[in-house]
């Protein structure tokens, strides 16, 4: 049966219906050819009887005289009535089986012996139209004033009723075969009609292209049946899990406006404690532009600002540059970070332990974009999980896996949401922001790992980046 | 003169009663039958009676049996007052019987005896029947049986041993149905019988073939007790039989029966018979 199971099961339910209807059809003809069998049967074998004891009462005496011509006047006359005609042949013998004559004497001459004739003859209750004999031979007691005087052999003529029990046949098949046909197509046809539904959902499911859809209203049953109930579910399904998704991408746009707002305070602080001092500088200038010295002091003063604002705008305009992948990784990129990061750890007094190693970075070749955001995201978490006065560092060198980019923090440990987020696959919990998320998926991307270790207070994130060919043959 | 007109009346009135009552009390005339003719035919047997009751000016029961031995034996008895009889019983006992008349068929009083067999078979004379099953039509029928057992006495042979088996069927007709049918394979019989079969049922003779015929013999007669021959209600048959040809009903009556008519006979008319009823006495 492994063959039938990849049928689906919009064609297997009406097949299998279709074929419970030609299974009925069948047992049923069988119980209608069955009865006409009996019938048959119970017809010949009460003609045989009466025309047994008809001829048993008008020959009796003619055979205890061995009256041939009377017996062959009888027997002649009486295969002219009208069930005559079902009798081919009519013989009568005496006791001894001697034949005193027959309703065709040529065949069944005078005085010859019954028994040749009797051959594969059956008795009176054996009678029985069955199989494709057209004629039926009964040997049967002449019995007259109670007593055995004689046999009587004939032979019926039933291919009337074969062909009648062939001509039932004939027709059942037919009128079975149509009326079968028929509900097996409106079977077919309602099945395939009550299974739409299922089929709709299915295609619905296989079909979502990476989000599900929902099943038109036209498609959904009326009522309130099992398959009407099972779509609304799934259409419930569908717009739970649209409502999630949005719910997922409004989390991520305010985390990412939030980090944004975090990022552009910082900014300003940073380039707003500059321009005071540049303002400063050129207030000096214009005060005594006669002092070279000052002059020049002023000047190397606004030189360092100007320089300092140049090199944070840059890190910025790197950070948020659209297609950031198709710049390779280099010692810069950790360089913006630190800038970028700078005035948060500023902010919060906190102490910041930095140690990239620039020729594991130029070596590592990986894409400078998902890298930059790795590690700007976790040091944004780390400082903010490592409060006030904390302890934040980065370190980035060459690993067994490629590059190693290591974060660590004190503080209070990574709360378990948190950390479903950045090691695991699992559904989003509400609430929680997707910058760890974001840090996971961009790390498989490049098929990379995320570890996560906890000693002695000291949280460590931990993200391998494979070169760009390692991270092929994996992928392979 | 009312009262003589009235006293005549009543006179004639009675005697007329009187005579009309002797002609109704006349007994019905009591006619035996043996098959020596088509007597399967009900129209052609109610043709005759009601020709002879014309012409007797009486009722006429037709009497059958299957026998002509019953019949022979109804007519000595008295309980028939005359008989359609074979040459054969009428010579058997001509001590007691005696002739009224015998029928004319094609021109003369006189049949013969066939021998047949079925169509097909190759048999040409009697005795290329030896070991055939033979069937007669009675024991006591000239044309039927005396005819072929004379003929086998006169080849020496016997009934009993030349043929395999010999039945009676007891009827002409029925001789050449046993015949026709392949029920026996030969068969003796009433040429007159046959001629006429050829006639009316011609398919049923096609399916014979008359192989033998007797020497011309004396036609089956109608018969009386010798004591009862001057009898009124005999001589009234007798001349019924004689005039029978002169009514339209007894014309139609011999046109079934396909005889011409009867004539008086005699004795000497059958001694063909008896010459061979003293062959087959032992």
Redesign the interface.
């Known amino acids: 049966m492994t063959w039938f199971a990849p049928i689906p099961l919009s064609i297997k339910l009406p097949l299998l219906a279709a074929a419970m209807m030609v299974l009925v059809g069948t047992v049923a003809s069988q119980q209608v050819l069955r009865s006409l069998a009996q019938v048959q049967d119970a017809r010949i074998q009460e003609l045989a009887r009466m025309h047994v004891e008809g001829l048993s009462v008008a020959l009796g005496p003619l055979v205890l005289r061995h009256d041939n011509w009377e017996v062959y006047d009888t027997l002649d006359r009486a295969a002219q009535g009208g069930e005559g005609r079902r009798m081919v042949l009519t013989a009568v013998a005496d006791v001894r089986g001697r034949v005193l004559a027959a309703t065709d004497p040529r065949r069944v001459p005078i005085d010859s012996d019954i028994a040749a004739l009797a051959g594969d003859a059956v008795s009176l209750d054996d009678l029985t139209v069955d199989g494709a004999a057209p004629v039926l031979s009964l040997l049967a007691p002449l019995s007259y004033q109670g007593r055995a005087v004689g046999q009587i052999a004939t032979e019926f003529d039933v291919s009337d009723l074969l062909i009648e029990r062939r001509q039932a046949l004939l027709y059942l098949i037919m009128g079975n075969a149509m009326a079968i046909g028929l509900l097996a197509v409106v079977g077919f046809l309602a099945m395939r009609k009550m299974l739409h539904p299922v089929t709709s959902l299915a295609r619905q499911m296989t079909e979502t292209q990476g989000k599900p859809r929902s099943i038109p209203d036209s498609d959904i049953p009326r009522g309130d049946g099992e398959l009407a109930q099972l779509a609304r579910t799934y259409n419930a399904m569908v717009d739970a899990v649209a409502a999630k998704a949005e719910a997922e991408r409004r989390l991520a746009e305010r985390e990412r406006f939030v980090a944004l707002g975090r990022l552009s305070s910082s900014l300003a602080h940073e380039i707003n404690n500059p321009l005071g001092g540049l303002l400063n500088a050129t207030d000096t200038i214009r005060s005594y532009p006669d002092r070279p010295e000052v002059v020049r002091q002023s000047a190397d003063l606004l030189d360092r600002g100007l320089r300092h604002l140049r090199d944070v705008t840059r890190a910025t305009l790197d950070q948020n540059r659209v297609d950031p992948e198709t710049r390779v990784l280099g010692p810069d990129d950790f360089e913006d970070i630190k800038l970028l990061i700078q005035p948060e750890v500023s902010r919060l007094a906190q102490d910041l332990a930095w140690s990239v190693d620039p020729a594991a970075v130029s070596a590592s070749g990986g894409p400078a974009g998902p890298v930059r955001q790795i590690v700007l995201n976790l040091l944004l978490n780390a400082c903010a999980a490592a409060g006030k006065e904390g302890r934040v560092g980065l370190i980035v060198r060459s690993g067994a896996g490629g590059l190693t980019l290591q974060i660590a923090n004190t503080g209070a440990a990574m709360p378990r949401a948190a950390l479903d987020r950045l090691l695991g696959d699992g559904p989003l919990s509400p609430g929680g922001g997707v910058g760890l998320r974001l840090v996971r998926d961009l790390a498989r991307k490049m098929v990379g790992t995320v570890a996560h270790a906890r000693e002695n207070d000291v949280t460590r994130i931990t993200v391998t980046v494979p070169t760009p060919g390692e991270a092929r043959d994996a992928q392979e | 003169m009312a009262q003589t007109l009235s006293r005549r009346m009543f006179v004639g009135t009675a005697l007329a009663a009187m005579v009309a009552d002797r002609a109704g009390a006349q007994p019905v005339f009591r006619l035996g039958l043996t098959p020596v003719f088509l007597d399967n035919d009900a129209g052609v047997i109610d043709g005759l009676r009601h020709a002879l009751s014309r012409g007797m000016g009486r009722d006429i029961e037709l009497v059958q049996r299957r026998t002509y031995q019953e019949v022979t034996g109804l007519l000595l008895e008295r309980s028939l007052d005359a008989a359609w009889l074979c040459g054969y019983p009428y010579l058997q006992h001509a001590d007691l019987l005696d002739l009224v008349a015998v029928p004319v068929w094609r021109g003369g009083p006189r049949y013969q005896s066939y021998l047949i067999v079925g169509a097909d078979d190759p048999a040409g004379d009697l005795a290329d029947l030896r070991g055939a099953?033979h069937?007669f039509s009675d024991p006591d029928s000239n044309s039927g049986y005396l005819v072929t057992a004379t003929n086998l006495r006169r080849m020496g042979a016997q009934v009993e041993s030349f043929f395999?088996?010999a039945?009676?069927?007891?009827g002409h007709r029925?001789v050449v149905?046993?015949v026709a049918?392949?029920?026996?394979r030969s068969g003796s019989v009433d040429g007159y019988v046959w001629e006429a079969l050829a006639v009316i049922e011609p398919d049923l003779t096609a399916r014979t073939r008359v192989i033998a015929r007797s020497e011309w013999l004396g036609f089956p007669p109608v018969c009386a007790r010798r004591d009862s021959l001057a009898s009124e209600p005999v001589r009234a048959l007798q001349t019924a039989l004689l005039s029978l040809a002169e009514t339209a009903e007894g014309r139609q009556a011999l046109m079934s029966l396909q005889l011409d008519g009867f004539q008086r006979a005699t004795p000497a008319l059958f001694d063909g018979i008896a010459d061979r009823m003293r062959d087959l006495d032992p």
């Open positions: 099953i069937a395999s088996r039945i009676f069927t007891y029925n149905r046993a049918d392949g029920l026996v």
